[in-house]
């Protein structure tokens, strides 16, 4: 056997490479082929890829029979007289084309014998097509599409809801033909579908599916009576043979399980009924946060699929941020691209137990942290120190906030649109701009660190505003007013209160709110002359905040005491010399290792140099000193 394998894998690999040169020789004389070449469709598409030099290359389509002598193909023809019911077209893709072939006609069954544009039988088409690559005049590639598609059967009438009544299942298989998935269609490798015709069977006769679900029932054992024979029995098959019906084979249980089941006549696609939602005593993370009302707290969110979930239950400890966009009908002729935001943060405690922007000392970069206290409970709650953030229009009425960074000096503003009226009522413009300024910082406090204490105020400072002043008529003339505090400047100084770790330590000393006025006037040329005349026309103004940061020198900083001038050797910051750090690895700053591994280590070294001392040659020789002077 071993001899012969060699001689059976070179004939096979002849073969092969006989089989391999001729189609290299039938490919050499075109220039383009379709891949795949052959197609067995039961749908009104199929497609393929041309791969060549599809360059001036154009396709005809035609519809073809075998002949009835030679039952051959008729030959390959460029002639697009051929009429069909299908057709082709073609899509670039590189150097290579995409051919779809497509069904021109309808797929319905025919209510009566008057239509013409219907399916007169079920098997509406069954039909074999070519189409053909050709180069001019001379075919150079064929692509064989054999089609046999069933018409569409539509339901004439309403469609049922009730359930499908299923027999009883003791004995009978819930379905004859389990791999027969597609009703009045051939369904691939399934032997026992009743919808295939013998030729599409011929096609995957070999290649059914095993077992019952492919409609094959497995052969009866050889220990069952029936499986046996009298010529080829053995003597005591008659007396150990086991007698088991047909219908008792192990898939039994696939389809039956020991009870009978008597169908209700309920509709099946009726809405199933949800229980009322149970709040949980103790929240875990994930689940739904509930209101005092039993009832899911949601807020709109945005699914995997990308869509806006108007009441979508809000997780507990999960934060997210959503972004929907929806369609406003304004007029019935007019809609607009409506944005709106939501965002769920869950913090630790209290509304003060937010991100510090230090520990203590402020870092740059970091939000500078405002409060607000109660006069009546004396407790401080975190308040806002912002500045505008113009997008979208630069309205101040659409204007967004960003937080006042610590150490970063900024200028930001909006447009308020002011129209004739407005500014001939001064009084009342400059209360709505100075307003709307002073929502920016509704803070009163500042925090001197960036680590805060809200129990206690001496870790605050009180924010001052200077006075504005007053001495301004209360309306204007002529489409002009002035005094208007259109400008904020927030004020912050700071200073640096020590060092930790060599790292210098900033805090704020005080933070003063500056109004500055401005006179606002509307512009009118010949081109634009209604505007001072019509009430109700506006011009936007600026509306403007800054903020700047100063920060006192050290030599400001309050006079060093007498222990720190006359001790400062031992202050290893600002000597080069530290005698604290002679021991430094036995001591705990030390954290290269373990403490206890430190000591004892060091513990060790003084041993060695104790006894390195004691048995070394300065020890011997006062050793040999005391013994001459004791002779």
Same mark, same amino acid.
């Given at each position: ?5 060699? =001689? ?20 050499? =004389? ?29 396709? @005809? ?6 002949s009835n002598v030679t039952g051959r193909l008729p030959p390959a023809s460029c002639d697009p007289s051929s009429l069909s019911q299908w057709t082709v077209s073609q899509e670039m ?177 009726? @809405? ?119 997008? =979208? ?42 307003? @709307? ?59 640096v209160m020590g060092t930790i770790g060599g790292v210098p330590q900033k805090t704020i000393q005080a933070v003063e709110l500056n109004f500055k ?105 006062? =050793? ?8």
């Amino acid at each position: 056997m071993l001899k012969t394998r060699p =001689r059976l894998c070179l004939n096979f690999l002849s073969q092969t490479l006989i089989l391999f040169a001729l189609l290299l020789k039938e490919d050499a =004389r075109c220039d383009v082929v379709f891949l795949p070449s052959v197609q067995v469709v039961s749908g009104p598409r199929a497609s393929a890829f041309l791969v060549g030099n599809v360059m001036n290359v154009s396709l @005809t389509i035609s519809s073809i029979r075998p002949s009835n002598v030679t039952g051959r193909l008729p030959p390959a023809s460029c002639d697009p007289s051929s009429l069909s019911q299908w057709t082709v077209s073609q899509e670039m893709m590189g150097k290579s084309s995409l051919v779809r072939v497509s069904l021109n006609r309808s797929l319905q069954l025919c209510a009566s014998t008057n239509e013409t544009d219907c399916c007169v039988q079920p098997l509406c088409v069954r039909e074999t097509v070519r189409v053909c690559a050709c180069l001019g005049d001379v075919p150079q590639a064929t692509l064989i599409v054999q089609a046999q598609i069933y018409a569409q059967l539509l339901p004439t009438g309403p469609v049922s809801e009730n359930k499908t009544v299923i027999p009883n299942q003791v004995f009978q298989p819930l379905g004859q033909c389990p791999c027969d998935l597609t009703a009045k269609s051939c369904d691939v490798r399934c032997c026992c579908d009743q919808d295939c015709a013998p030729e599409m069977l011929w096609l995957f006769a070999g290649q059914c599916l095993p077992g019952p679900f492919g409609g094959i029932i497995s052969p009866v054992p050889d220990y069952v009576c029936s499986a046996q024979s009298a010529e080829n029995a053995p003597d005591w098959f008659p007396f150990l043979c086991v007698a088991s019906p047909s219908e008792n084979n192990p898939f039994l249980g696939l389809f039956y399980d020991g009870t009978t089941v008597t169908p209700k006549p309920t509709l099946s696609f009726q @809405t199933q009924q949800a229980a009322a939602p149970v709040p949980p005593t103790n929240y875990r993370q994930g689940a739904p946060i509930f209101t005092t009302d039993n009832q899911y707290f949601t807020i709109p969110q945005v699914s995997l699929l990308g869509q806006c979930m108007e009441k979508a239950p809000v997780a507990f400890l999960q934060n997210f941020e959503a972004v929907c966009v929806r369609t406003l009908a304004v007029l019935p002729w007019y809609t607009m691209t409506l944005t709106t935001q939501y965002s769920a943060v869950f913090v630790n405690g209290n509304i003060t137990a937010q991100p510090n922007s230090g520990n203590p000392g402020y870092q740059v970069g970091r939000p500078v942290i405002g409060g607000v206290s109660d006069d009546a409970t004396g407790a401080i709650g975190r308040a806002p120190i912002s500045l505008w953030q113009g997008v =979208r229009d630069g309205l101040c009425s659409s204007a967004d906030l960003r937080p006042v960074l610590y150490g970063i000096n900024s200028t930001s503003g909006c447009l308020m649109p002011v129209s004739l009226l407005n500014l001939n009522q001064c009084s009342k413009l400059r209360e709505t701009v100075r307003s @709307t300024l002073a929502a920016l910082v509704p803070a009163t406090l500042v925090s001197r660190t960036g680590k805060p204490d809200f129990s206690t105020l001496t870790s605050w400072s009180r924010i001052t505003t200077v006075v504005q002043n007053t001495n301004q008529t209360a309306g204007g003339s002529g489409g002009v007013c002035s005094g208007v505090p259109a400008h904020l400047h927030i004020h912050i100084r700071s200073v640096v209160m020590g060092t930790i770790g060599g790292v210098p330590q900033k805090t704020i000393q005080a933070v003063e709110l500056n109004f500055k006025a401005s006179t606002w006037s509307l512009e009118c040329d010949p081109g634009q002359g209604t505007i001072c005349v019509t009430p109700e026309l506006t011009q936007t103004f600026p509306v403007t905040s800054s903020v700047t940061f100063t920060e006192a020198p050290i030599g400001a900083q309050s006079p060093m005491s007498r222990f720190r001038m006359n001790f400062t050797e031992f202050d290893c910051d600002r000597n080069d010399v530290c005698w604290p750090e002679l021991a430094f690895p036995l001591t705990p700053y030390y954290t290269g290792e373990p403490y206890s591994q430190a000591l004892a280590k060091g513990l060790i070294l003084v041993f060695f140099f104790i006894a390195a001392s004691v048995l070394g040659t300065p020890w011997r020789q006062i =050793r040999q000193a005391w013994s001459n002077s004791s002779l």
